[in-house]
């Protein structure tokens, strides 16, 4: 069987973990978030990407989610006696050569994809992460900026990491998305696919921000193969990190059945919420999305493989 998974970071990737157990010989492409991307010290830093790789290969922080295991900090320290900033990002010393290898290959002239292919003979994910497109994009957040009375869009990180999503957003903007191209191997993977999955990745910054690379919608649209998402959105509430902020910013409430019908028919085919809210199975049904109500809490590694089997059960069912 032949999988899809469009993954965010720290949602994405353990949806995955699960995958992986519950479809050992399946083969697994993800499509990984590149517009959460940042250059920090003259490095190129892919957050979701990096998250992906080093939850699968076995080196996440498994309390965090993100970074590195036995992670120390020494350069952050150095460069902060430096005085030079900034100081709100955390990039340990391990994670810090994964940067640097990057960085060193893209100056040499690879694209984004060939460097992540390389960084995962390393990690060895046991799936074929490529990002959404080897073109810069970088998600941008409109905020107030009531010292010259108007707004200001900031880089995503900015927002998220250092204003921790404590001001209103009004606009996230996918900037470059509309110049870019799918990376190598993307569409095809899409052409190919049995079924394609959304994990409970955030719908805007992670989802929203790869289906906003040009023909990534339509093909996924028109594969003719199911597609079944699951909501990140458990009790009206994001599990975890501040994603009704940005769903508040385009106008979707922060409910599993509003992100289903924001997604909408034409792009899922089914839909599953958590059993906390089994109330809404109807209103997702009635908008033309087939919905079951599972326990979506990825306690462990298990609890999201069970999550994974029935993400493949809804595909089963809504193809036959
Ligand atoms: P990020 O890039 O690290 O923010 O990660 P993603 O975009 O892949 O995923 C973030 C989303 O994962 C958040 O909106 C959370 O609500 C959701 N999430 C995290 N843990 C769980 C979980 O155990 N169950 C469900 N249903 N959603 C989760
Ligand atoms: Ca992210």
Redesign the pocket.
């Known amino acids: 069987m032949r999988i899809v998974v469009l993954?965010?970071?720290?949602?994405?990737?353990?949806?995955l973990r699960g995958l992986k157990a519950a479809a050992p010989d399946a083969d697994i492409t993800v499509i990984g978030?590149t517009g959460?991307d940042i250059h920090l010290f003259g490095l190129k830093v892919c957050?979701?990407l990096d998250?992906v790789m080093y939850t699968l290969g076995g080196g996440i922080h498994e309390g965090q989610?993100?970074g590195r295991a036995d992670e120390t900090f020494t350069v952050k320290e150095e460069l902060a006696a430096y005085g030079v900033g900034p100081d709100w990002f955390g990039l340990g010393d391990r994670d810090f050569a994964t940067h640097i290898i990057r960085t060193q290959m893209i100056t040499a002239g690879y694209p984004l994809s060939a460097v992540t292919e390389a960084l995962c003979a390393r990690w060895q994910p046991g799936v074929r992460l490529i990002p959404m497109t080897d073109d810069r994009v970088e998600t941008h957040v409109v905020i107030d900026a009531p010292e010259d009375g108007g707004r200001k869009a900031v880089h995503f990180q900015e927002y998220?990491v250092r204003l921790h999503a404590s001001v209103p957003a009004h606009a996230v903007l996918p900037v470059g998305a509309e110049q870019s191209k799918p990376a190598p191997g993307v569409l095809e993977a899409i052409g190919e696919a049995d079924v394609v999955l959304f994990?409970?990745?955030?719908?805007v910054?992670?989802?929203g921000t790869i289906l906003a690379v040009p023909g990534m919608r339509e093909a996924i649209a028109d594969a003719g193969v199911p597609v079944v998402g699951?909501?990140?959105?458990?009790g009206n509430?994001?599990?975890?990190?501040?994603?009704d902020k940005v769903l508040a910013a385009v106008g979707v409430e922060s409910t599993a059945a509003a992100v289903a019908k924001h997604y909408g028919s034409g792009l899922l085919d089914g839909w599953l919420v958590?059993t906390v809210d089994a109330a809404t199975v109807g209103e997702v049904e009635e908008a033309g999305i087939n919905c079951r109500a599972v326990p979506?809490?990825?306690?462990d590694i298990e609890?999201?493989a069970r999550?994974a089997r029935e993400a493949l059960a809804l595909a089963k069912e809504v193809s036959s």
């Open positions: 993954a965010g970071g720290i949602g994405g990737a353990r949806f978030n959460d957050p979701d998250t989610g993100w998220w994990p409970p990745s955030n719908p910054v992670s989802i699951l909501s990140p959105i458990v509430a994001p599990v975890r990190g501040m994603a958590d979506l809490m990825m306690t609890a999201a999550m």
